[in-house]
């Protein structure tokens, strides 16, 4: 499908792949989309290339990913395009993902892919915003419940901030590559202004809220350590309490023929009472050398070392 805009000052052409495009309709162009056309039946990722022709007539060509699902490396959608200052190619574009009408406010077809770019940035930042939204909720939920589940949820929130970092990139790459081509042409242009000022937004947001995540898993990590030292420590105590009753349970539970303790009347009142107090001046040694810390207290609900 065909459109021309501001008054036919340039034109945009997009094709699905498997659909032919008239090389012979860009005479000064020829025998770049041609070799352009040949590549991009291979390209299954971004890519970006420059083209300087001899005699001036400078274009920009590639491929771009525009959507990534999340739970997949490989649901994702790509398209290829060509663009000069006159027109722009693309193959396997969404139209329905650009406002088409807004195209006519573009001077020219640079300005054009501008657009299209801050319009398929719209769904991405989109996606930032509500991601802040899960993050923020897990701020809370930590709080509430300190688990393995939510460990699980902040390693898949930074996961997908890295799935939406990477995707930005090829984005910047594009809009950094225009300026490369195309030079003053673009650089003082409105759209193009307004473009890098959403790029910029966009991983601004994406690195604020990795610093966060990155204090979260610290965080996560700290309590999870205290938590674990705790319980080393309280399994130590316990066993340490029960030294006594093991100690002298093995010692009453030899089988030699001459035990004389073994024949007395108040032997076994007497064994029970020697393991209360032996237990009790373990016990005691335990609080006063300070070694019980919070080991006995019992931990408070909402709230990550009481």
């Known amino acids: 499908m065909e459109w021309t805009f501001n008054e036919e000052r340039w034109k945009w052409l997009n094709v699905m792949e498997g659909e032919e495009v008239d090389v012979d309709y860009y005479p000064k162009y020829q025998s770049t ?25 400078e274009s920009i060509s590639g491929s771009l990913i525009y959507e990534q699902k999340l739970k997949d490396q490989n649901e994702y959608q790509l398209f290829h395009y060509f663009l000069t200052k006159d027109f722009i190619i693309t193959i396997n574009l969404n139209p329905n993902k650009i406002k088409i009408k807004n195209m006519n406010t573009a001077d020219n077809a ?40 939510r460990l699980e949820e902040i390693y898949e929130l930074r996961h997908e901030a890295l799935v939406w970092k990477n995707f930005m990139i090829p984005f910047e790459e594009l809009r950094i590559g225009l300026e490369e081509a195309f030079g003053d042409i673009i650089t003082g242009q409105k759209e193009f202004k307004r473009t890098t000022k959403k790029m910029e937004r966009g991983n601004m947001l994406i690195k604020e809220y990795m610093e966060e995540i990155d204090h979260l898993v610290n965080f ?13 420590k309280t399994l130590t105590v316990i066993t ?13 539970g030899m089988n030699f023929t001459f035990m004389p303790e073994l024949d007395e009347k108040w032997g076994y009142a007497i064994a ?35």
């Open 33 to 57: 989309i041609k070799k352009w056309l040949e590549n991009a039946s291979l390209r299954e990722s971004n890519h970006l290339h420059i083209n300087t022709e001899e005699d001036g007539f």
């Open 110 to 149: 640079i300005e054009g892919m501008l657009l299209m770019l801050s319009e398929l940035l719209n769904t991405c930042i989109d996606n930032i915003d509500k991601f802040e939204l899960r993050l923020n909720d897990l701020f809370w939920k930590i709080k509430k419940k300190n688990s393995i589940n």
């Open 220 to 232: 996560e990590e700290m309590v999870s350590n205290y938590r674990g030292n705790e319980i080393i």
């Open 240 to 252: 340490t309490l029960f030294t006594p009753v093991s100690a002298w349970g093995a010692l009453w």
């Open 272 to 306: 029970l009472l020697i393991i209360l107090l032996s237990t009790l001046a373990v016990y005691l040694l335990l609080i006063k050398r300070g070694w019980t810390g919070d080991t006995l207290r019992v931990r408070k609900k909402n709230t990550f070392f009481k």
